[in-house]
């Protein structure tokens, strides 16, 4: 596990970027395919511009959110808050950020923001997945110790290997992943081709990543709290370690708001009902076409 995968002098190619590259060139294609299939009034190009708004506007989200919750260093040190390469994302704020920059988009071009949505999803959650493979090279996003036959070992240099120096740690990473996969195969395989009304397939990413994120959110050492934060000293697998703890992990109070919120959304609004416009719906009932 080595976050390098290229250097040619000064110049490093990291997989860490290489997976974003991949994150997003696939996730493209998934999308323009289903927002076709969806028969929304926007071109290859028109989608194209809508990645310029939300990948700038989720990078900036994504570093707010990990920062307000890190003011008590940045507050000394703003200077660092620009200093991305240093790490210090958070998903929960770029999903957000970039949530609200499809909002405006969709109101410019006056397009369904929910239909939208429901195209975007599936690959932003594929997007997610492929993302934590440069999280398992990089050694961030890692686990606490664990005596587990499936524990990994990561680099001294790695912010994994200085939390905890020659110790195995949970493959948080690896975990999300897999959820992220397996919340990919459901909404793409199923979800999106049942003719549901707008907005459901979005609420229920936003649920099942919820409970996913929640549940790994046990095994990860670096989370972000909300209350008073102190030092503890815990014993786990024969290990003694210090480590910051909090009142409640920040991850767990906006899942369990995404999952109230969102599945009131779907209840409230019936978005379990079938859609008659849905483009899955005009494919049953389309006459054949005018063979001249």
Known sequence: MHPVLVKIGPVVIRYYGLMYVLAISLGFVLFAREARRKELPLSTEALFDLLLWIIPSALVGARLYYVAFQWDYYGQHLVDIVKLWQGGLAIHGGVIAGLLAVFLYARVKRVRFWALTDALTPSLILGQAIGRIGNLTNGDAFGLPTTLPWGLRFPLSSPAGQAFPG??????????????????????????????????????????????????????????????????????????????????????????????????????????????????????????????
């Open 167 to 292: 110790q195995a740690t949970h493959p948080s990473m690896l975990y999300e992943m897999i959820l992220n996969l397996m919340i990919f195969a459901l909404l793409w395989v199923w979800a999106r081709k049942r003719g549901f009304r707008d907005g459901f397939v979005t609420a229920l990413y936003f649920i099942l990543y919820a409970v996913a994120r929640s549940i790994v959110s046990f095994t990860r050492a670096d989370s972000l709290w909300l209350g008073e934060l102190r030092t503890i000293e815990v014993t786990v697998g024969g290990y003694q370690y210090e480590t910051v703890v909090g009142s409640f992990r920040a991850a767990h109070a906006i899942s369990i708001a995404f999952v109230i919120g969102f599945g009131l959304f779907i209840l409230l609004a019936r978005l379990y009902r079938r859609d008659p416009r849905g483009s899955d719906a005009r494919d049953r009932t389309a006459a054949p076409a005018d063979p001249r």
